[in-house]
């Protein structure tokens, strides 16, 4: 099993900054690939970015040039940088380690 705790979602203004952080623990050896997904109020849920044990990323085109997302190895940590927020970029964002595992997920919402 592996465990997933986010942190960093808050209430920001239109144009504002936050840096959401999941730490993985358990059975992490293996875990490759880690992301960041959101879900909106009556909407799917959706990639936003993703990023392999390499570094090799991949974004959404929504997010792209505004959010950057990183991760330290042995901290088995993942951070999403998110800059320039909207309001479209309220959610309810999820960590996801491998294919398998979730976070329990963190809110954030932009204000106009």
């Known amino acids: 099993q592996v465990q997933l705790v986010e942190s960093g979602g808050g209430l920001v203004q239109a144009g504002g900054s936050l840096r959401l952080s999941c730490a993985a623990s358990?059975?992490?050896?293996?875990?490759?690939?880690m992301g960041w997904y959101r879900q909106a109020p009556g909407k799917q849920r959706e990639l936003v970015a993703v990023?392999?044990?390499?570094?090799?990323?991949n974004y959404a085109d929504s997010v792209k040039g505004r959010f950057t997302i990183s991760r330290d190895n042995a901290k088995n940590t993942v951070y999403l940088q998110m800059n320039t927020l909207k309001p479209e970029d309220t959610a309810v964002y999820y960590c996801?380690?491998?294919?398998?595992?979730w976070g329990p997920g963190t809110q954030v919402t932009v204000s106009s």
């Open positions: 358990g059975r992490v050896f293996g875990i490759n690939a």
């Open positions: 990023i392999s044990r390499g570094g090799s990323t």
């Open positions: 996801k380690a491998g294919v398998d595992y």
